[in-house]
Structure formats: structure tokens, C-alpha cells
């Protein structure tokens, strides 16, 4: 079975349960990191993070990130969006997918070589996540600690995830404006 099969069956599975999990008084954060485990059981090495974009758009704060470094996902909370900020940012910024295969000598990285080198992440691809209008709402990254880029399998779970993504976000967001 593919990656993106297997990945599609994982997160089906999840899908049915985030509004019972967010009724139940679960985070988003905790949502969205059972989504970021469920891929990285299904890839080898790989580590995930959710970054959502402020409503002013121009920064990214933590969202998820269940296995990569506290003091990394610290370090880059907040980070402003443009068009050389590492993955994330460049990403939110164009509203374009970004596939940094080699974090050491992309220039898109020169300014936070010092924060991703040292916890031995050495790739990052990132994705906008779009609401239903299109805007981007935030990023779904994945990175590895060897460089390298992904396949057109790899590519296709990509979409799939930030899909899946999305809808919890925004199901978040109405469970929140229905409460206030």
C-alpha cells in the first residue's frame, strides 16, 4: 500500500473524531498533534509541525508539533512571514508550497540555519493550509534529518494532510465562536 493510501485510511479515522474530541473540551493543539502522530506512524524519520497565521497575517505561532524539539518549535513561535523566512514563512508568505531539500544551503534558511542545524533537521517542506475561501491559515511541515526532497507520492499525502488539517482548524474556530 502507498504512503498516501495508508495515510488516507489514518486520517479518515481521525476526521470522524475531531468534533467529538473538540466538544469534549480538547485543545486544538492536542487535535491537530493526534493528526501529526497518525502521519509520522506512517513515514519513517519524519517529524511534523502545524504553524497557524495570525489574523493580521503576518506571523506564524504553534500550532502542533508533537515530536520536534521544545526549544526549537520556542525558537521559530512567532516567526514573521516573508519571502526568505525558512519554509514556514516563505511558504505562508507566497501561499505556495516550499520544498527546502537541504537546510544548510538554502538561502531561504540563512537566518535560522543557527536554530535548525543544531536539533539535526536537515530538510523541511511546507505547505499553506487554506480555509474554504482560499486564504491561508496557516503551514503543515514536514522535516527530515537528511536531505532530500519528496516524491509525487509524498506530494499527494502532503495535500491530503493539510486538507484534513484545515477542517479541524476551522471546526476549532466555530466550536470557539460559538462559545464566546
Known amino acids: 500500500m502507498s ?9 479518515r479515522v481521525r476526521e470522524n473524531l475531531v468534533s467529538s474530541e473538540l466538544a469534549n473540551g480538547d485543545s486544538l493543539e492536542r487535535v491537530l498533534s493526534r493528526h501529526l502522530l497518525a502521519v509520522e506512524a506512517m513515514a519513517d524519520g519524519i517529524l511534523t509541525s502545524i504553524l497557524l497565521l495570525d489574523p493580521e497575517g503576518k506571523s506564524l505561532w504553534h500550532g502542533a508539533a508533537p515530536n520536534l524539539p521544545r526549544a526549537y518549535c520556542e525558537a521559530i513561535d ?8 525558512g519554509s514556514c514563512g516563505t511558504a505562508a508568505f ?3 508550497a516550499v520544498y527546502v531539500t537541504d537546510i544548510a544551503s ?36 514536514i522535516y527530515h534529518r537528511t536531505v532530500g526532497g519528496p ?4 506530494i499527494d499525502a502532503i495535500e491530503m494532510i493539510t486538507t484534513h488539517v484545515a477542517q479541524a482548524i476551522l471546526l476549532s474556530r466555530d466550536i470557539q465562536d460559538v462559545e464566546e
Do not use: K
Open 106 to 141: 538554502d538561502p531561504l534558511w540563512a537566518d535560522f540555519l543557527h536554530i535548525a542545524l543544531p536539533h539535526d533537521l536537515r530538510a523541511c517542506w511546507s505547505t499553506p493550509i487554506r480555509d474554504t475561501d482560499g486564504a491561508v491559515i496557516g503551514t503543515f511541515a
Open 151 to 154: 516524491t509525487l507520492d509524498e
Open 3 to 11: 504512503f498516501a493510501l495508508g495515510l488516507g485510511e489514518s486520517l
Open 94 to 96: 507566497l501561499g505556495r
Open 78 to 85: 512567532g516567526v514573521e512571514i516573508g519571502p526568505n523566512a
